[in-house]
């Protein structure tokens, strides 16, 4: 089994930062990809961006340019930097480790809110 654990989250006003942080602890193994997703009230959970442990990285085009999203292998961490934040990007953040449909694993969630 595998826990994520996600810390960071809160409030911030409009173009300010916030860095979000998971550790992942359990049976982990190579090749996996790990990142965040977020879902605000009333909408569907959406990527944010992911990074695959050799480093490939994909974002949602909405957070291209002011997100970044980093990771230690061997921490099992994965951080994501949220720069120059607006309302819209106010949801609950989750932290996610994939190996395959059977085995995809989610944290908590950590709430980010952004007013204007």
């Known amino acids: 089994q595998v826990q994520l654990v996600e810390s960071g989250g809160g409030l911030v006003q409009a173009g300010g930062s916030l860095r979000l942080s998971c550790a992942a602890s359990?049976?982990?193994?190579?090749?996996?990809?790990m990142g965040w997703y977020r879902q605000a009230p009333g909408k569907q959970r959406e990527l944010v961006a992911t990074?695959?442990?050799?480093?490939?990285?994909n974002y949602a085009d909405s957070v291209k340019d002011r997100f970044t999203i980093f990771r230690d292998n061997a921490k099992n961490t994965v951080d994501l930097q949220m720069n120059n934040l607006k309302p819209d990007d106010t949801a609950v953040y989750y932290c996610?480790?994939?190996?395959?449909?059977?085995?995809?694993?989610w944290g908590q969630g950590t709430q980010v809110t952004v007013s204007s």
């Open positions: 996610n480790l994939f190996y395959n449909k059977y085995q995809n694993f």
């Open positions: 359990g049976s982990i193994f190579d090749f996996n990809t």
């Open positions: 990074i695959t442990s050799a480093n490939r990285i």
